[in-house]
């Protein structure tokens, strides 16, 4: 079944000169929305099982959005590719062979199509796969890289190699360097062979402060619990010593104890108090404490046991210092001395003594990771000599996923997660917070987040890679001045950054100041600064920009340049498909002036369920987890100006006629007002101004308070940017 049915009513200054697209028929909220729900980012079956990047949509949702972007409405074989399509198993699935056939039918040859901001690469990619000539671009590097290595790498290592070559060539390429990897860390993981088990794969540590006032030594530990797996409690306890604090485990807790059993943190206010003489420490750095290991997990035959840390458990300060020394000198490489933003609330691990990206990993991890990367640099250049230059990069490209590994899950920010014995991920945004407890891996063992399961996905992920009929194009720059000439492009389609959710820019420079030392010989023009250039990221931030009305106008100020880009590299019969989603209001009023301002006209706010109901946060909160394709079409007459009554009087149609229909598919209540809300938008936007209102802002809130008397679990968040 579709949506149609739900089809919104007839909004202001509808643009009949243009044909008619899938995407505004109200199929694609259904059809995409529940494979974007069913989606598991399955591991080897797309990219995302490759390389890291943030806020990734579904694969199948946007294979579906990208069709119904292109195709035209009426024809009754493209109804029924549009409901199969977001479910196609595989690249080569029938599907999508007709969806190819019927696009190139409709464009007499490929359509071209264009995304600003490529982010993930997942719209180019199902738009290559539908048959589409596609470009891509992005200004922030590792992005363009990530894009270029699955659309760009991989289409020409498979015009030297076979798929199954190439699989075989990653395989024994990322087997070689790892095994290197084992031998190279065997001496700065003494526990790796332990008699009786697997070997310890985990090491538990906090951060030791001394008083400056008494001199005495005490634990920042937060975070107490090894285990809570259901019937194994396991728990650390803090012991206050005559000159400092000590740790034991114990094993007959109580579940429902305080979590903060380590009285040091009296409150929430980021202040230590030592034990002994209560002087207050506010905001104490890690520059001035000492990482403190204090146990150990260990992997048996069946199962994983705890137990105390031991001196032999890693080697000496010196050692380690010495090692890293050289190493450095061998690559031929420094340290990274690019700083982390001071972003109270966003970063706040640079509050606590984290400056720099080479800070946020203890001496060992740092050590793995050169010695990953002087395995990957030997990979490298033997895959040169026996293959070729195509095969080299592209191999190379997807096994520095490797570095992102170590980065993501076995830093100073990985967190372990005692209800299940996992790692999890230091950097899944948006922030960066502050952990005062965390896990160092083996990474080389078979325990959590370990290198040679991340290797199967690698191979995995390069196996789904297809031959795309249209080799696609990447490029480094910006929305605001796009490289391409005027009315070029067929279709927009596009998944913008959401005003202030994530700091893309932030979070890459953890890894792109890691994958540098491996990619700089591959992708010189990508990696020759030493971060990402955050400061031109089309985000809103009080952090950049002083205050809340600085960061929104420049916002406004960037998105109206994009979307005048947008309008001029559109054909006149092409479309422009932005996927957006916020919860506040001013998020909302830079749309309302973007569009405004942009010689755009907006058609239709089609919602697009695709979060993951799986995801514990989904299924725990209320919150928004659907997105809106704006879909525009080039203006063709002036704008006018509309009372905020007859905008009011539609909002409430629109509440009244898809409510039900959404809640009946399962939409929770919170997404369905924010569905609603968004038809009211389109009104805004399409108006030269409103009346009956002092401003866009005023119109806002009195739509959502418009929604809310239908729909009283939607919420319009009146908050200043981050």
């Avoid at 596609?134 to 894009?147: E, G, K, R, T």
């Avoid at 230091?426 to 960066?432: E, H, I, K, M, R």
Wanted: glycine content about 6%.
């Amino acid at each position: 079944m579709s949506l149609a049915h739900v089809r919104r009513q007839p909004l202001p200054e509808e643009t009949p000169e243009h044909d008619t697209r899938l995407v505004n028929t109200g199929g694609l909220g259904l059809e995409a929305s529940v494979s974007g729900q069913a989606e598991r980012y399955g591991r080897g079956k797309t990219s995302h099982t490759i390389h890291v990047w943030w806020a990734r949509r579904p694969h199948g949702a946007m294979r579906a959005l990208a069709f119904a972007s292109l195709a035209r409405e009426g024809n009754r074989e493209a109804d029924k590719v549009m409901r199969e399509l977001a479910f196609a198993s595989s690249p080569e699935a029938q599907v999508i062979v007709d969806a190819r056939r019927l696009l190139r039918s409709q464009f007499n040859g490929a359509p071209k199509v264009l995304d600003v901001f490529g982010g993930g690469g997942t719209i180019p990619y199902e738009a290559a796969l539908l048959g589409a000539e596609v470009s891509a671009l992005d200004y922030n590097p590792l992005s363009v890289f990530i894009q270029k290595s699955n659309l760009e790498f991989a289409q020409d290592a498979l015009s030297v190699l076979g798929l199954t070559d190439l699989m075989a060539v990653v395989r024994e390429s990322g087997t070689n360097a790892l095994t290197r990897l084992q031998e190279k860390t065997s001496d700065l993981f003494p526990l790796r062979e332990t008699a009786g088990s697997k070997g310890v794969f985990a090491y538990f540590w906090t951060y030791e402060l001394e008083c400056g006032e008494c001199g005495y030594k005490f634990l920042l530990m937060k975070r107490p619990w090894l285990s809570r797996k259901a019937g194994k409690l396991s728990a650390l306890a803090v012991t206050n010593g005559q000159d400092r604090q000590s740790v034991t485990i114990q094993t007959d807790g109580n579940e429902d104890e305080s979590e903060s059993s380590n009285p040091v943190w009296p409150g929430r206010n980021g202040t230590a108090c030592c034990p002994r003489c209560k002087k207050e420490h506010k905001n104490p750095s890690i520059q001035h404490c000492s990482d403190a290991l204090i146990a150990l997990g260990e992997l048996l035959k069946k199962g994983k046991d705890f137990r105390s840390s031991t001196e032999n458990a890693i080697p000496s300060t010196q050692y380690l210092e010495a090692r890293e020394l050289a190493l450095l000198k061998a690559l031929n490489i420094d340290l990274p001395t690019s700083r982390l933003p001071r972003w109270s609330g966003i970063v706040n691990a640079a509050i606590y003594g984290m400056e720099t990206h080479r800070d946020f990993l203890n001496k060992r991890q740092r050590l793995v990771l050169l010695e990953l990367i002087a395995a990957l640099n030997v990979e490298r250049v033997r895959l040169c000599d026996n293959y070729s230059a195509e095969v080299a990069k592209h191999a190379i490209s997807a096994l520095s996923a490797l570095v992102d590994q170590l980065v993501d899950w076995n830093c100073r920010l990985s967190m372990w997660i005692s209800q299940n014995e996992q790692v999890g991920r230091a950097f899944c945004g948006p922030g960066v917070p502050m952990l005062w407890d965390y896990v160092e891996t083996d990474p080389l063992l078979s325990g959590p987040a370990n290198l040679w399961d991340k290797l199967d996905r690698i191979v995995a992920g390069v196996a789904a890679t297809p031959r795309f009929p249209e080799r696609p194009t990447v490029y480094q720059g910006r929305a605001q001045k796009l490289p391409f000439a005027s009315e070029t492009f067929d279709a927009v389609i596009t998944d913008p950054p959401y005003y202030d959710n994530v700091y893309y820019n932030v979070l890459a420079d953890f890894f792109y100041a890691w994958k540098r030392p491996v990619l700089a010989h591959l992708c010189p023009e990508l990696f020759r600064e030493n971060q990402c250039g955050e400061n031109a990221e089309l985000v809103a931030s009080q952090f950049r920009h002083g205050n809340h009305k600085a960061a929104h106008e420049w916002y406004c100020a960037q998105l109206t340049q994009c979307l005048q880009e947008v309008t001029r590299v559109l054909n006149p019969q092409g479309i422009l498909s932005f996927v957006f989603a916020h919860s506040s209001l001013w998020g909302w009023e830079a749309i309302v002036r973007g569009f405004r301002d942009s010689g755009l006209t907006l058609t239709s706010a089609e919602p697009l369920s695709i979060e993951r109901r799986q995801r514990p946060r989904a299924m725990t909160s209320e919150a928004v987890n659907t997105c809106i394709v704006l879909v525009g079409r080039k203006s063709t007459g002036p704008q006018l100006a509309v009372d905020i009554s007859i905008v009011e009087s539609e909002v409430r149609m629109q509440a009244e006629t898809m409510s039900a229909r959404l809640r009946e598919y399962g939409w929770h209540d919170s997404d369905v007002g924010m569905a609603v809300f968004a038809q009211g938008v389109v009104a805004l936007a399409n108006a030269s101004h409103i009346t009956g209102v002092e401003s866009d802002e005023n119109a806002l809130k009195r739509l959502a308070e418009v929604v809310r008397a239908t729909i009283p679990k939607f919420r319009l968040q009146v908050r200043e940017s981050l």
